[in-house]
C-alpha cells in the first residue's frame, strides 16, 4: 500500500492548498482592498502553479498505474478512477496548447469587455474564433469520445453525453415553449413588492439559513457584488449575499441557492483525505442542490407560508402574506438575458446555448456566424431576439473565458433537483407539512443520505438514478412547474 | 547574473507565499467560522512547510555563496547580506534540534495554558525546563557570538547586542523609577471617562486613520479578540481592533498603535520583490513606529486639540475638551501586568525580563528559579510583586512558545520612537502645529523618507543613526517623558 499512501499524502497537499486557493479568492470578492489586485493575481497564479506542479508531477501517473492493478476495495477503486481520469485530463494536453489556451482565454476576457463596453460583436469576433480553434483542439487531444463536445462535458459534468443529452434537452425545450405559451396573456399572479430595509434582510436571511441547515459554525455569510459559494476547507464553507432594498425576494432567492451549494459541500465526507472522492460529482450536481432549495422548496406554497410570519414580524403593515409571497415568487416571463431569466424560461437559455455549442464543436459555426445564429437560436427557443448584442450573443462571460460545455450544468441542476424533489415528496410523506414549519432537518437528512455522503464515489447520473430510480427527469421538472405557475396562472395542462 | 535572478525569482515565490500565509492567519483571528480550527492549522502548517522547503534548498545556498564574490552594488550586496544571514540561521540548526523545539513549544504553549488556568506554577516548570535547556542549544548552535543571548536577539533584532542593551536598560530602569518615584502620591490629572457607541467609535477611528494616512485602499481596518498588523502582500495591509464601549480612549490608542504598524508596512519598497530587502529592519523598529504615531504624536496636548471637536462633534454634552483627554492618555501607576502598563511603567517591565533572559541564557537561572527570581526582578525594578503567579511569573505567552529575546524589542522601540521624535521635531518647526490641525502628511513623509524605504538596507541601530545622528535615547525617552508626565502631575525634574 506505499502507492496509495504516497498518492492521498499527494493529494491531501493538494486538497489544502485548493483551500487556501478558495480563500484568496473568497477574500478577493468580499474584503481585499482594491490596491491588492495585482499582488492577488500573483498569489493566486502561484497557488494554481503549485497545486499543478505537484497533480502532474510523473510520480502521481506511476503510483496511479501501480494502483490500477492492485486489489483494492470499491471506494478505494472509485477514487483511483475519479483520480486517474483528472490525472489523465491535466497530463494529455501538449505544453504548446495548454499556453496557448491561457493566452487565449486572457485575450478573449479583455476582448469581451470592450464589445461589451462597445455593445459591437466585432472586437469579439477575431479573439473568439481563435477560442474556437483552439477548443476543437483541445476536445481532440483529450481523446476519442462518442461526440467531441463530450470530451469538454467531461470537465463539468463527467457522465453526461451529447447522445444522452440532446434528445432530453430537445424534448425540454419544447415542452417548456407549450407551457410558457399556456401562460401568455394571462395576467400574472399578484405578488408582493416594495423596499424593505437591509438590516432587517440580513436578520431573516440568516434566521433563514439557520433553518435550513447551513451551519453558520462550519461557514460564514458575507456580503460580494456577485454571489457566490465556495469551500475553503472542511469546517469552512461560505456563501455570499447581494442585498438590495427594492428587492429583498430575488436576494433571499439568490441566499438559499449558494445555501444550498454550501450545504451540499458541508454535507461531504471529511474522514477520506486525499481519496478526491468527496468533492461534489459535477457542476449538474452542484446545481441540482442550489435549485432543489431555491425553486423546489423556496418557491414552494408551504415555504411562504413558512417565511410569511417572519417578515411580517419584521415588517408588519406591509401586506406580507404567504400568497403574496408565492405570487412574487413565481412570476414568468420570457426574457432576453440568462441570469435575470425566470426559472421555465431559464432552461430555454441553455437550450438555445446548448445548441450553439454543438454547432461549434461539430465544426458548423465560426465566430463570425455567431451573431446571426445566436438570434436565431434564441427566436426558436426563447421566443425573443435582442436588439443589442450586449444582451445577446455577448452577454455571458463563458466563452470568453474558453468555457464551452459548461451551460448544460445549470439546467441538468434543474432536472436532477426535480427527480429528487419528485422522490423525495414520496417517500418523506410529512415533507411539505416540516417545511410549512420551517422543519427542514429531514429533508436535509434525506439529501445528505442520497447525495452528499456520496461525493465523487459515482458519476452524478449514477447518483441521481441510485437515489431516485429509473424516472423521467423531464417529465419531473415539467410536472413541478405545471404544478406551480399553471395553478397561479389559472390553466391547465 | 543568473544566480542573482535565479535566487529573486525563489525569494519573491517565498514572499509572495508569505502574503497568502499572512492572510490565512488574518482570517482566522477575524472571519473564520470556528469549525474550521483545524483544516485551518494543517493550511497554515503546509503553508509553512513550503515557505521553509523553497527557502533552505541547497541551490539557494549555492547562489548566495556565488554572489558573495560577484560585483554588485551596494542595495544588491545588502540584499546578499540580509539573505545570507536569514538562510545560514534557516539552515544552521540539526534537524533533530529543530524538531524537539516544536515540540517542546507545543507542550510548553498547552502547559502554559493549564498552569494560568490552574494559578500555579508548577504545571509549567518541567515543560519550561526543557524549553530553557533546548533555547540554550539553539543559541550555541547559531554560531558564535559575545553573548549568547545576541544569537538570538538576532531573530528579532539583528544589529543588537547585550553589550550595548545592557548598560541602556540599566539606566533606563534607574531614571524611570526616578520619575515614578517623583509622580507617586501626586493626584492624578483630571480626565474623561464614560461609554462611548461603538458605532461612533467605528466612525472616528476610521476618521482618524484616514487622517494620519493609513492608507485603506491599500489596507483594511476590522476586528479581533487581540488588536494586530499584518501585510498580505504589496497594496494590502490590514489592522485589527477590539472597540469597548467603556473605554474607547485604550481602543483608539491601539487603533493608532497598529496603524503605526501598518503606515511601515505600507511605507516599504515593492519595487524590489524577492530581495528580501522591503520588510521591517527588525521587530524593534517595527515598534519605534507603532509606539511613535501611539505615544510621541497620539498622547499629546496638540494631538487632543484635534482629536477632540471630532470626539465632541460625535458625542456633544460629555464634557469632551483637549484637557480631559490629555489627562486620559497620559496616567502613571505602577502595575502587575505588562500589556496593561502606560507607557512609563511599560519599560520597567521589559527591564526585568530582560535581566531574567539572561540569567537563563547564562544559565543561572533555571526554571524551578523563576518564580522568585521573576517577583524579585519586579521588586526591585518595578516596585511591585504579583500576589498571584498568574499575574506574575505566568503572565506572558513568549516563553512557552521558546520566544526568548523578543521583549527588548518593545523598550527598544520606545527609545527609537523618542529620538525619531526628537530628531522630527527639530527638523520640522511646524510638527506640532501640524498635528494640532490634523495634518500628519509631514510627518509621515518624513518617517518614510528617513526609516520606511530603506527596509532591511541595513539593521535598525543604523538606520536610526542615519535618521538622528548620534543621539542619547535614554535621554530623549525621559525627556519626552517627563515633558508631559512632569507637567500634568505638577513635578520638575
Known amino acids: 500500500m506505499d502507492a496509495w499512501n504516497a498518492l492521498t499524502e499527494r493529494i491531501t497537499e493538494i486538497e489544502t492548498l485548493s483551500g487556501v486557493h478558495a480563500l ?55 477514487a483511483v478512477r475519479v483520480l486517474t481520469r483528472q490525472y489523465r485530463r491535466a497530463t494529455c494536453l501538449p505544453a504548446a496548447l495548454v499556453e496557448a489556451l491561457g493566452h487565449a482565454r486572457n485575450e478573449g476576457y479583455n476582448a469581451w469587455m470592450a464589445a461589451r463596453e462597445a455593445d459591437r460583436f466585432a472586437p469579439f469576433e477575431a479573439p473568439l474564433q481563435r477560442l474556437l480553434d483552439l477548443t476543437r483542439e483541445q476536445a481532440a487531444a483529450y481523446g476519442s469520445a462518442a461526440h467531441p463536445y463530450d470530451a469538454l462535458l467531461e470537465d463539468y459534468d463527467p457522465g453526461s453525453t451529447v447522445a444522452e443529452l440532446r434528445p432530453m434537452f430537445t424534448r425540454l425545450g419544447a415542452e417548456l415553449n ?122 414552494s406554497l408551504p415555504f411562504c407560508r413558512y417565511l410569511a410570519p417572519h417578515m411580517q414580524a419584521l415588517w408588519p403593515d406591509r401586506g406580507i402574506t404567504p400568497e403574496a409571497l408565492y405570487g412574487a415568487f413565481n412570476r414568468v416571463e420570457r426574457s432576453l438575458v440568462r441570469i435575470f431569466a425566470d426559472e421555465v424560461t431559464y432552461n430555454l437559455h441553455v437550450v438555445a446555448r446548448f445548441e450553439l455549442e454543438l454547432g461549434i464543436l461539430e465544426g458548423n459555426l465560426q465566430a463570425r456566424d455567431l451573431p446571426d445564429a445566436w438570434d436565431d437560436a434564441y427566436r426558436r427557443h426563447v421566443g425573443v431576439v435582442s436588439p443589442r448584442p450586449h444582451d445577446g450573443v455577448l452577454q455571458d462571460v463563458h466563452w470568453s473565458g474558453g468555457m464551452f460545455g459548461y451551460f448544460p450544468s445549470y439546467t441538468l441542476g434543474n432536472l436532477y433537483a426535480a427527480s429528487l424533489g419528485a422522490t423525495m415528496q414520496a417517500e418523506l410523506p410529512d415533507m411539505w407539512r416540516n417545511v410549512e414549519a420551517g422543519h427542514f432537518a429531514p429533508i436535509l437528512a434525506w439529501m445528505r443520505a442520497k447525495v452528499h455522503v456520496r461525493g465523487s464515489e459515482a458519476d452524478a447520473p449514477e447518483i441521481i438514478r441510485d437515489a431516485c430510480g429509473m424516472r423521467d427527469p423531464v417529465a419531473d421538472l415539467m410536472d413541478s412547474l405545471w404544478a406551480r405557475h399553471g395553478a397561479l396562472y389559472g390553466v391547465t395542462r
Open 24 to 78: 484568496l479568492e473568497w477574500d478577493q470578492q468580499t474584503y481585499m482592498p482594491r490596491g491588492a489586485a495585482e499582488g492577488r493575481g500573483r498569489q493566486s497564479a502561484l497557488l494554481a502553479r503549485l497545486r499543478h506542479e505537484r497533480f502532474t508531477d510523473p510520480r502521481v501517473g506511476e503510483w496511479l498505474a501501480e494502483l490500477a492493478h492492485a486489489e483494492l476495495d470499491a471506494p478505494r477503486r472509485a
Open 178 to 299: 407549450v407551457l410558457l405559451d399556456a401562460l401568455a396573456g394571462r395576467p400574472h399572479p399578484r405578488g408582493f413588492a416594495g423596499a424593505l430595509d437591509v438590516d432587517g434582510q440580513r436578520t431573516l436571511s440568516e434566521r433563514v439559513l439557520d433553518d435550513l441547515g447551513f451551519d453558520r459554525s462550519r461557514g460564514r455569510l458575507d456580503l460580494s457584488e456577485h454571489p457566490f459559494s465556495t469551500g475553503i476547507g472542511p469546517g469552512d464553507t461560505r456563501i455570499t449575499t447581494h442585498f438590495h432594498a427594492e428587492n429583498f425576494l430575488a436576494a433571499l432567492g439568490g441566499t438559499i441557492h449558494e445555501a444550498g451549494h454550501g450545504m451540499y459541500e458541508q454535507g461531504l465526507r471529511t474522514d477520506r483525505p486525499g481519496w478526491g472522492l468527496d468533492v461534489a460529482a459535477g457542476m449538474g450536481l452542484h446545481e441540482s442542490q442550489s435549485r432543489f432549495w431555491e425553486n423546489i422548496i423556496g418557491r
